[in-house]
Structure formats: C-alpha cells, structure tokens
C-alpha cells in the first residue's frame, strides 16, 4: 500500500472541509482532501444551493399569482415541474467547478476520491493509500435523520437527498417535520401546485421567536400549506395513492410522496473513530471549544460532524479556526453567540445572538428589547410585503442579539450580525446613515426606537428645550 506523508488530511469535501483544504494549502501547507462521494457535499448538492434554487422558482410562479396587487393581472403560473428540475440542476452545475476536484488539484492538493477510515491515531487509509499527517480534520457532515416511526420501514420516502431530483411533481406533498428544511420545502412545493401538509410533533419552526415563527407559520397557512402541530404520527402505511398517516388526534392524512424533514445525525459512522481515540456521541465528535476532538489533539472536527448547530457559514468559521491551530500553530477558540441563521422561507426569518427569551432566561430584567416593523419602512410598502418587525435584544446599551422577520430578512440581518459579533453599541447602529428608502432601515429604526423614550417622552428634556429656544438668537 502506498504510504503518504502530509500535513494536513481533512476527510470530507463539503463547506467546511474544502474551506479548510483550500486556506491551508493556498498558505503553503501540504493538504490530502479525502472525498467518498460529491465533492461539494450536502449544500451544493443537496442542501442550500438546490433549495434556495426551488425556493426562487417558487417565488417566480407566487410573483404571477399575486401581480394583481401592483395592476399586472394576476395569472395562475403554468409550472413544468420538470423545468424547474432544470434550472435547480443548472444551479447547481454553475457553481460546482468552485468545489471542483480539478480546482482543488490545481491549488495543489492531493485529491482522493474514497471513503476514508482511521486504522490509527496518526493514520487514516483511502483510495488504497495510508496517510500519515500531522493533524486531521473530520469534515463528514450529517444526513437526514429517520425517526422511529411505526411502519416507516415499509413506506417510501423522500429526504434531502433525493427531492431535488423528483422529476415529476407531487400531487400531495406530506412533510414529517417543521422546523428550516420542512417549512422550506412545503412552501416551495405548495408555490409550484402541490397540496402540502406538514406534520409536526411539537411547534413549527420550534427554536425560533415564537413572535417571529408565528408570522411565517400564518403565511404559510394563508398560502394553503396545512399545518399540523402537536402531531406525532402514530403509523405510516403504504396505500395506492402513496402514503398514509395517522396522527395522534387519530386524523388520518394521506399523500401522494412523504418527506422527512426531521433533523439531522452525524455521518462518522465509515471513519472508525474509535482506531483514532476520537470521543464522539450521537451528536457527532466530541469537541472542545478549540475544536479538537476529545481523545486525541492532533484530530479537529468542523461543521454538522463537530455536534453543534448546522450551518453552511458556520462550517467556514470553524473553517478559519481550524486553520489558525493546524496552519499557523495560533490559538483559537469557538464562539457561539454570533452565529446567524435563516429560514427562507416567505417572509424569511432570521436571528443573531440569543432570542428575547433566551436573553430573558439568561439575563432576567438585565435586558430590554426594542423593535420596528416592516409597515413602518417605506421600501417595504412599496413591495407590498409589510408583514414582519426587526426586534433587538439589548444588554448594557449593547446590541446581544436580534431577530428580523419579513421581506429579505436574511439581507437585513447582516448589519445585525456585524453588531452582535462587533459588541456594537445601540448608540452605533442608531447613528449609521443607510441609504434611503431601504428595508435594512428597519434595524436602524429599531436601534431609534430604544432611544425615542429618553428623547421624545421626556418632560425634562421639553423644559430645557424650551429654555435653550428663549436664548437662542
Ligand atoms: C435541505 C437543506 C438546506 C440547507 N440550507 C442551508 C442554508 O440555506 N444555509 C445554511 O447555512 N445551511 C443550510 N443547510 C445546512 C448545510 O448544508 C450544512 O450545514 C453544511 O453542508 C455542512 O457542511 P459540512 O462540511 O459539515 O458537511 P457536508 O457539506 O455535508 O460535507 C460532508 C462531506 O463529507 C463526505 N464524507 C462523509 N464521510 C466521509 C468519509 N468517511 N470519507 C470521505 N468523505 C466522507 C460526504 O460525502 C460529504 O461530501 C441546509 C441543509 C439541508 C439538508
Ligand atoms: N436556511 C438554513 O440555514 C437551513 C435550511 C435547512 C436546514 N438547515 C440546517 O439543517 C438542520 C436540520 O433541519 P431540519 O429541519 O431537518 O431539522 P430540525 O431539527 O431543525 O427540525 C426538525 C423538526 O422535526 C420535528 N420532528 C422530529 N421527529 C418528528 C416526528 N416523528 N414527527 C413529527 N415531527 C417530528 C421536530 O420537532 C423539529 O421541529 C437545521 O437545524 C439547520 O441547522 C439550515
């Protein structure tokens, strides 16, 4: 067996794996990418790329429906399913050279086209070669989670990785799970003319601002996707128009296609982890908060395989954390409280930092909120899409955290994320001038709406006011 020395193995080539491949090897460190199926993984393929695809297409074919409103008569969009197969695929292929084998050769590194499996602490084999290095990156990612329900094994059903290839479009969607992959998938699917009932044991989009969550759920509604919450299913079967469910309130709900939307599990089970002395659990690798796997130092986890949240941008953070230890021998420790997420859905919803309840249970009356909403931002009347308020959780007249939802809340987020991870006071983000009429104007009305009590409800200040106005020439 041919034997490898390098610095640097990372095992998987999806966002966390390749960001690592690609910073190390362009400072000048020897780097072996090891890659058992699409280069890419899970967001190229099959995750945010192809479903922020099918969610544009949905908006395209809702965008006809609702014209009537701007004076453009309304039409009932005629959708080739398969078209829009298409162009999710087209997608994809436009950005795939960026995750390319060839490119990553040609920024030289050894590429290896296997599964790979740790047969020692120092030492991983793949592609019928033996790679010693001095540190590892485990970059596997995760899947869809299958939960235990009775009759699941004799049903078929979808997941993330095979939807996007439907070609054919379901007449009646069943979604098992509401949290950002199920609300995402239903309201694209009901925009493009399938019937769609999501079925969902505790509350839609459960982790989010309940405040929040409820203005996209009630869209959702509206849009005549059938929401179930508080509905555990009690058996699925297989029947002649597809699958049925029966809930715990004994409603039986019958689709023509089921999918699962209901979490996530780590993919380590192909590494060996214990011929490395890697700790791991149901949740992935045990890690610290430098990132290095527990049992063994040379080894780092990354991305939906280090246990924590999943995201494709938080994939790259420990990206960069990752490359400050193993690259440049610095230190380096993870934070937590300025990740943001989005669902895109319509309206989108996204959050920085903790939720008010979150701050609440954390901090008590140590916080307070201020908020604007959309009807107020003019760019938002102006799209007709006013539904939806920018809230910030502030503590010490600093920015903690914020949730925005409504129309590109994914967009107007970023200031709010730059102001969390800046530790920015309200006082900063009151005082930024943006262009006008903007809808990122809503989190700087929101940072004005905290100081409107003290400026404009404050009897003192009218008395000294109206004293300085005597003097004044
Ligand atoms: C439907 C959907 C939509 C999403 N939308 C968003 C979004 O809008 N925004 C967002 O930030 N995140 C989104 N995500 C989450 C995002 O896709 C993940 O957080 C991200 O892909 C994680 O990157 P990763 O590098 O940890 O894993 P992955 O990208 O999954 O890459 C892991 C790679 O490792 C390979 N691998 C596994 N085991 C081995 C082995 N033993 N040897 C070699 N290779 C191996 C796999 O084949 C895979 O290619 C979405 C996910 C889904 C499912
Ligand atoms: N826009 C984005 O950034 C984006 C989009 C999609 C996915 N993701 C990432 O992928 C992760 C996984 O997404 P997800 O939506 O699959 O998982 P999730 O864990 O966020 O939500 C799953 C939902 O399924 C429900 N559920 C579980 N078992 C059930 C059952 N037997 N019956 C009914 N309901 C059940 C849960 O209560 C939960 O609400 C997300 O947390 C996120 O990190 C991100």
Known sequence: MERIETDICVIGAGSGGLSVAAGAVQMGARVVLIEGAEMGGDCLNFGCVPSKALIAAAAAAQAQRGSAAFGIGAVEPVVDFGAVKDHVASVIAAIAPVDSQERFEGLGCLVIRDWGRFVSPREVEAGGRRIRARRFVIATGSRAAVPPVPGIEGVPYLTNETVFSLRERPAHLLVLGAGPIGMEMAQAHRRLGSAVTVIEAGRALGREDPEAAAVVIARLREEGVDIREGQGVVRLRAVSEGVEAVLADGAVVTGSHLLVAAGRVPVLERLDLPAAGVAFDKRGVTVGPDLRAKGNRRVFAVGDAAGGAQFTHLAGYHAGLVIRQAVLGLRARVRGDHIPRVTFTTPELAQVG??????????????????????????AQALRETEGFAKLVIRRGRVIGATVVGPEAGEVIAPLALAVSARMKVSTLAGVVLPYPTLAEVAKRAAGAHFAPALFENPRLKTFVRFVQRFLP
């Open 354 to 379: 903790p939720t008010e309840a979150e701050a609440r249970a954390a901090h008590g009356d140590g916080i307070s909120v201020a908020r604007a909403a959309f009807h107020h931002n003019d760019r």
